[in-house]
């Protein structure tokens, strides 16, 4: 069965950028609409950006909207989160999720493990 897998996290400063990848093996993603979502030490987990299968719809959440962009290839099997203007607030483990269509909710079928961003200030 397919796996989703988050890369590019990391420790970067108050200001900086970061970019995240998820792929997936065993499964094609461009049959999927496609979630970021972040956790932080207890808090629950949120929605963060998510596009459609083609890559001709995107959502936001309103906290990241101008400073996040969530973008697809579909030939390399990969969706990115490019994150610039990070601040501490964006500290949380990343995930990725698969589904069929695009929700701005925790409603997604596929997840993977995370990934952990942490901003310094």
């Known amino acids: 069965q397919g796996q989703l897998v988050e890369s590019g996290g990391g420790l970067v400063q108050a200001g900086g950028s970061l970019r995240l990848s998820c792929t997936a093996s065993?499964?094609?993603?461009?049959?999927?609409?496609m979630g970021w979502f972040r956790q932080a030490p207890g808090k629950e987990r949120e929605f963060v950006a998510a596009?459609?299968?083609?890559?001709?719809?995107?959502a936001y959440a309103d906290s990241v909207k101008g400073r996040f962009t969530v973008s697809r290839d579909n030939a390399k099997n990969t969706v990115y989160l490019q994150m610039n203007s990070l601040n501490p607030e964006d500290t949380a483990v990343y995930y990725c999720?698969?589904?069929?269509?695009?929700?701005?909710?925790?409603?997604?079928?596929?997840w993977g493990q995370g990934t952990q961003v942490t901003v310094s200030s």
């Open positions: 999720a698969a589904n069929g269509m695009l929700r701005v909710t925790t409603d997604y079928t596929y």
């Open positions: 065993g499964r094609t993603l461009r049959n999927y609409a």
């Open positions: 596009i459609s299968w083609s890559g001709g719809s995107t």
